[in-house]
């Protein structure tokens, strides 16, 4: 136990909170029945969890570095464990898309001190093998998030998806005190809060401008408003880094086009992969007819291929330039999704298994290739910083794939039911029953099929333009970048 404690602690917390994005997913008709949710509310209730954990990942991380990283992954699993029960026992959207938000401030903590922990538990080839651990648990959690989910919310009550993550962070808190010893930066380090604030602001406004827009348009006043103040808060974010000793970011390395390339695949990967992930669970459960379960499961063959994908390639293509994986993986994300854009009223959950499949291979590809290409496109002093930004940019990119797609949804949605916005919002949040009388069922699924090829067919392209850019832009590490041997960070937020 002494040995391996560390790692199944870690392992614990960060299936946990990498289960809690996707693990709402399928309980989402369940929730906008029991709460009264209406589509923007949903959105919240997804998105602000992602929001959160992108906006104060770097920032966590360098308070770690200060505080004491494992102290640091002990608060922030407790808060989280709080955070959960407070979400099942929401008595409306509200005060579930708050407590939300306080799970994201506490997954924030977890997930920036993991990879740290790790690296001070373990040496060599111990440290290979619970690195190796880790990542296969990283990705087995987003695969298990819809199945878990249906299976919790069709046996007992969505709330239980909340509920189920307090016996987990008991035991990740007991174990952690037992088995990880402290660790931290040496004296004299600070912590850029101010550039924190900043970028929460910009990530949090230019996400609520992408949701409003679903309901007020992109050219309304409170739109543009947003997106003004998000452009403010992200010229703030420029000058602070610019000037603070211990930077967030270090500017310098967006003048690297192949890191540059990287942040964006992320934002990309994430947002087209998993972004409609959503609004496709709502129409197999609203339209379709189909449980929560085997919603869940209608979905997993993209989890199913990636899953393969990832554990048959990681010896196979050993070697491969990383630019073919990344860029090949989103060409395939983009293909697999395109393909999905054959959707109507007669369409069953069978039309999206060839393209799931598809973009699943894709997502086995880029998905554990994406932070070892982070750390290669930069000096060796800046490769946690890497790590940390590269997951910063595949959380904001989930976050504003679930809003514009469900932008786009509801705008193809008003135009297939003549202009009916308020039928179309209803109908995209699981509110069939609610909806006015007089629109034939056909009519719905008609709308509802139309908005979903609409939102593919932006997420296919989305993908497809970034596989490209990787292809055109991604080099291979010069000799400055991070040396093979010590190409996994000790942590994905560390100073240079």
Same mark, same amino acid.
């Given at each position: +136990?002494?040995?391996?404690?560390?790692?199944?602690?870690?392992?614990?917390?960060?299936? +946990?909170?990498?289960?809690?994005?996707?693990?709402?997913?399928?309980?989402?008709?369940?929730?906008?029945?029991?709460?009264?949710?209406?589509?923007?509310?949903?959105?919240?209730?997804?998105?602000?969890?992602?929001?959160?954990?992108?906006?104060? &990942?770097?920032?966590?991380?360098?308070?770690?570095?200060?505080?004491?990283?494992?102290?640091?992954?002990?608060?922030?699993?407790?808060?989280?464990? $709080?955070?959960?029960?407070?979400?099942?026992?929401?008595?409306?959207?509200?005060?579930?898309?708050? +407590?939300?938000?306080?799970?994201?401030?506490?997954?924030?903590?977890?997930?920036?001190?993991?990879?740290?922990?790790?690296?001070?538990?373990?040496?060599?080839?111990?440290?290979?093998?619970?690195?190796?651990?880790?990542?296969?648990?990283?990705?087995?959690?987003?695969? +298990?998030?819809?199945?878990?989910?249906?299976?919790?919310?069709?046996?007992?009550?969505?709330?239980?998806?909340?509920?189920?993550?307090?016996?987990?962070?008991?035991?990740?808190?007991?174990?952690?005190?037992?088995?990880?010893?402290?660790?931290?930066?040496?004296?004299?380090?600070?912590?850029?809060?101010?550039?924190?604030?900043?970028?929460?602001?910009?990530?949090?406004?230019?996400?609520?401008?992408?949701?409003?827009? !679903?309901?007020?348009?992109?050219?309304?006043?409170?739109?543009?408003?947003?997106?003004?103040?998000?452009?403010?808060? $992200?010229?703030?974010?420029?000058?602070?880094?610019?000037?603070?000793?211990?930077?967030?970011?270090?500017?310098? &390395?967006?003048?690297?086009?192949?890191?540059?390339?990287?942040?964006?695949?992320?934002?990309?990967?994430?947002?087209?992969?998993?972004?409609?992930?959503?609004?496709?669970?709502?129409?197999?459960?609203?339209?379709? !007819?189909?449980?929560?379960?085997?919603?869940?499961?209608?979905?997993?063959?993209?989890?199913?291929?990636?899953?393969?994908?990832?554990?048959?390639?990681?010896?196979?293509?050993?070697?491969?330039?990383?630019?073919?994986?990344?860029?090949?993986?989103?060409?395939?994300?983009?293909?697999?999704? &395109? !393909?999905?854009?054959?959707?109507?009223?007669?369409?069953?959950?069978?039309?999206?298994?060839?393209?799931?499949?598809?973009?699943?291979?894709?997502?086995?590809?880029?998905?554990?290739?994406?932070?070892?290409?982070?750390?290669?496109?930069?000096?060796?002093?800046?490769?946690?910083?890497?790590?940390?930004?590269?997951?910063?940019?595949?959380?904001?990119?989930?976050?504003?794939?679930? *809003?514009?797609?469900?932008?786009?949804?509801?705008?193809?949605?008003?135009?297939?039911?003549?202009?009916?916005?308020?039928? *179309?919002?209803?109908?995209?949040?699981?509110?069939?029953?609610?909806?006015?009388?007089?629109?034939?069922?056909?009519?719905?699924?008609?709308?509802?099929?139309?908005?979903?090829?609409?939102?593919?067919?932006?997420?296919?392209?989305?993908?497809? &333009?970034?596989?490209?850019?990787?292809?055109?832009?991604?080099? *291979?590490?010069?000799?400055?970048?991070?040396?093979?041997?010590?190409?996994?960070?000790?942590?994905?937020?560390?100073?240079?």
């Amino acid at each position: +136990m002494r040995k391996w404690g560390p790692l199944v602690a870690v392992c614990l917390g960060t299936f +946990m909170l990498l289960l809690d994005v996707s693990i709402v997913i399928v309980a989402l008709p369940d929730m906008a029945g029991s709460l009264g949710a209406s589509l923007s509310d949903l959105q919240w209730v997804i998105d602000i969890y992602a929001l959160a954990l992108a906006a104060l &990942l770097l920032g966590a991380g360098a308070a770690a570095d200060v505080t004491g990283r494992r102290r640091m992954y002990v608060a922030g699993t407790g808060f989280f464990a $709080l955070a959960s029960l407070a979400c099942g026992l929401a008595s409306g959207p509200g005060m579930l898309i708050a +407590m939300r938000t306080l799970q994201g401030v506490g997954a924030a903590g977890m997930l920036a001190t993991t990879l740290s922990l790790l690296g001070a538990a373990y040496q060599g080839r111990d440290r290979s093998f619970a690195l190796g651990i880790w990542g296969a648990v990283s990705g087995g959690a987003a695969a +298990m998030g819809p199945i878990l989910g249906g299976a919790l919310t069709q046996a007992l009550d969505w709330r239980w998806i909340f509920f189920v993550n307090l016996p987990v962070s008991v035991a990740a808190i007991w174990l952690t005190l037992r088995t990880v010893s402290e660790s931290r930066s040496p004296a004299g380090r600070r912590v850029d809060w101010a550039g924190t604030a900043a970028f929460a602001v910009f990530a949090g406004a230019l996400t609520f401008a992408a949701v409003r827009a !679903g309901e007020d348009g992109w050219g309304s006043v409170r739109t543009v408003a947003t997106l003004a103040v998000a452009a403010l808060a $992200l010229a703030a974010f420029t000058v602070v880094e610019r000037r603070a000793a211990y930077p967030l970011l270090d500017l310098s &390395l967006l003048r690297r086009p192949s890191f540059v390339v990287i942040m964006v695949s992320a934002m990309a990967f994430n947002g087209a992969a998993f972004g409609v992930f959503p609004y496709l669970s709502i129409w197999l459960q609203t339209l379709i !007819g189909m449980s929560p379960v085997k919603a869940g499961l209608a979905l997993a063959p993209l989890a199913a291929s990636a899953f393969v994908v990832a554990a048959v390639g990681g010896r196979l293509l050993h070697g491969v330039p990383r630019r073919y994986l990344i860029g090949g993986g989103l060409l395939l994300i983009g293909g697999g999704t &395109l !393909g999905q854009v054959v959707l109507g009223a007669g369409s069953g959950w069978t039309a999206l298994v060839v393209g799931l499949t598809v973009a699943g291979c894709g997502v086995g590809l880029v998905s554990p290739a994406l932070g070892g290409a982070a750390l290669a496109s930069v000096p060796a002093h800046s490769a946690g910083m890497a790590g940390g930004a590269v997951n910063t940019a595949r959380q904001l990119g989930y976050a504003l794939g679930v *809003a514009v797609f469900g932008t786009v949804l509801t705008s193809r949605m008003t135009d297939s039911l003549d202009g009916s916005a308020g039928a *179309a919002h209803a109908l995209a949040g699981g509110g069939a029953t609610a909806l006015r009388p007089g629109i034939p069922d056909r009519a719905l699924h008609t709308a509802f099929a139309s908005g979903l090829d609409s939102t593919l067919l932006v997420a296919g392209t989305i993908a497809v &333009l970034a596989g490209l850019a990787v292809f055109l832009f991604l080099r *291979a590490p010069t000799a400055d970048a991070v040396p093979a041997s010590v190409r996994q960070p000790a942590s994905p937020v560390a100073r240079p």
